[in-house]
């Protein structure tokens, strides 16, 4: 599917990001491993080239750009939540939300866009608390609503490049880790029990959604909900 195509990933050397880098090499793709922690990049991916980049810097996006040269497909997955409920949340918390998910991104687009070749792609990511609003989660869901719209504005602002965006549900990657075992393992449990999937979303099913992203030309200015159903509960 992605045989000799270049694929730009940004992101960590775990969690979605490794699991979209691995996938994009399964499918023939040269791939390129993009972060601000390039030496944790390059002791995850030995065998593929990383570059740095940092989101919140535009100067840095350039830099990165020229670097690159031309790819085909660009994959963002950085984030940097901002959890809690208003009366707690912190500015540069919210800030750094955005900057890291949505203005990021943006900037990326601008200075890639014109590096992409024919029947190219860029994709974000969203995240399932745009569609299920709830307490606690305001910063994160703003986020998260706002890549939406880039996708949408992108998809027709740099046509016939694709845009779409990827929005996981609750996926087994470590993120919970930060709940204690237990209170992981109980709130997992309650979810697949709620939800119409029945289980807890994997690293794999993300991966797929981006590769569909990538290569299927007729699919711009969507936005991909991989969340076993979780906003209808």
């Not at 990827?166 to 709940?179: E, M, Y």
């Amino acid at each position: 599917m992605l045989k000799d195509k270049t694929v730009l990933v940004v992101g960590r050397g775990g969690g979605l990001a490794r699991a979209v880098v691995l996938a994009a090499q399964a499918a023939g793709a040269d791939v390129i491993a993009a972060g601000r922690n390039q030496e944790s990049l390059a002791a995850a991916y030995p065998e593929l080239r990383t570059e740095y980049v940092d989101l919140t810097d535009e100067a840095s996006i350039a830099a990165l750009g020229e670097r690159v040269g031309s790819v085909d497909h660009v994959v963002t997955t950085a984030s940097a939540r901002a959890r809690g409920r208003l009366a707690d949340l912190d500015r540069d918390a919210v800030r750094l939300s955005f900057d890291t998910k949505v203005i990021g991104p943006l900037m990326l687009a601008k200075h890639l866009a014109g590096r992409i070749n024919q029947g190219g792609s860029i994709t974000l990511f969203s995240g399932v608390a745009a569609a299920k609003i709830a307490v606690g989660t305001l910063a994160v869901a703003i986020t998260n609503g706002s890549v939406d719209v880039l996708a949408r504005s992108l998809a027709l602002e740099l046509a016939p490049i694709r845009v779409n965006a990827v929005s996981p549900g609750v996926i087994d990657t470590g993120a919970w880790d930060g709940l204690g075992e237990q209170a992981k393992a109980d709130y997992f449990q309650d979810l697949t029990e709620r939800n119409p999937a029945r289980r807890i979303g994997t690293e794999t099913d993300i991966a797929e959604a981006v590769l569909f992203a990538m290569t299927n030309t007729f699919l711009t200015g969507q936005t991909l909900r991989i969340d076993g159903g979780e906003p209808l509960i």
